[in-house]
């Protein structure tokens, strides 16, 4: 028995760790108090977790949490594989419970990102007969064979490692178009800063789409949330609906709800805080 119940503890310190590796690998800092909250442990078990981590090179703790080694700032955007893999369960959830909120052959605008492409692949096999306009080759690539689809890939240059497309040939594109829902991912949603996004390009892009859009909604995982990034996007009073992976009791969630945006909270087995 005590040697099952020794193999129960590794495994869940085991899983607690790589969570908390992804959200550092993203780009993100890490608060003992939230990771305390999100596990059901105490704050010293997460100050042993993060003494760890700081041990194997992956992080540097500060007071109250830890941080990147290499300090990722407001403009500098971790990679999209590295945003791929983070939380990978948290955005299928994200993204089933969008999807839920799509309407059959409405128009449809997808951004870049990793979680816009995660809502893509839950498009698939529904039935809906969307058109989609996007400016992510990945997007397109994932729904261009699904019965009843149109898709639209907006041209400009193409930006590697994201295969999105950018600059000024995009925002002027984006302007022929009217959609009936714009499905956004964003790096930073705070209730008083709005969206925010670390380039000014992909800024424009998105407050394009913004204004040709008559439903807008934001999906995003809770690490976003507090976020405050380089450029804005958007207050949060432009938002109709916002998807996370963040509980219903996240202080946040109240917050962001003042401003009359609509949260959902997806369903999340990794506890109450929600997974990045």
């Not at 424009?204 to 934001?218: F, M």
């Amino acid at each position: 028995i005590t040697s099952v119940l020794g193999c129960g503890v590794m495994t869940a310190v085991r899983d607690r760790r790589r969570a908390i590796r992804e959200r550092i690998g993203a780009g993100d800092d890490v608060r003992l108090a939230d990771l305390a909250q999100e596990f059901d442990v105490s704050e010293m078990t997460i100050r042993r977790d993060l003494e760890a981590l700081e041990g194997q090179g992956i992080l540097r703790r500060v007071l109250g949490g830890a941080i990147p080694v290499a300090g990722v700032g407001k403009g500098l955007e971790p990679s999209f594989t590295s945003r791929t893999h983070a939380a990978a369960d948290g955005k299928a959830h994200i993204a089933a419970l969008v999807t839920q909120r799509l309407i059959k052959r409405e128009a449809v605008y997808f951004d870049g990102g990793s979680t816009a492409l995660a809502v893509a692949r839950t498009v698939k096999g529904r039935g809906l007969e969307l058109t989609i306009v996007t400016t992510s080759l990945l997007v397109a690539l994932e729904v261009v064979d699904e019965p009843g689809t149109e898709v639209i890939l907006l041209g400009g240059q193409v930006r590697p490692g994201e295969l999105t497309t950018i600059g000024s040939e995009v925002t002027e594109s984006i302007a022929q178009y009217n959609v009936d829902t714009y499905v956004m991912g964003v790096a930073g949603v705070h209730p008083e800063r709005g969206l925010t996004e670390y380039h000014r390009d992909e800024a424009g892009e998105k407050r394009a789409a913004l204004g040709r859009a008559d439903r807008v909604i934001v999906a995003v995982d809770v690490s976003k949330l507090g976020k405050v990034m380089l450029a804005h996007v958007a207050d949060l009073s432009d938002v109709h609906i916002l998807v996370t992976d963040a509980a219903p009791e996240h202080p946040l969630v109240a917050a962001i709800q003042r401003h009359g945006v609509e949260v959902m909270c997806a369903p999340n087995r990794l506890g109450p805080g929600g997974v990045k």
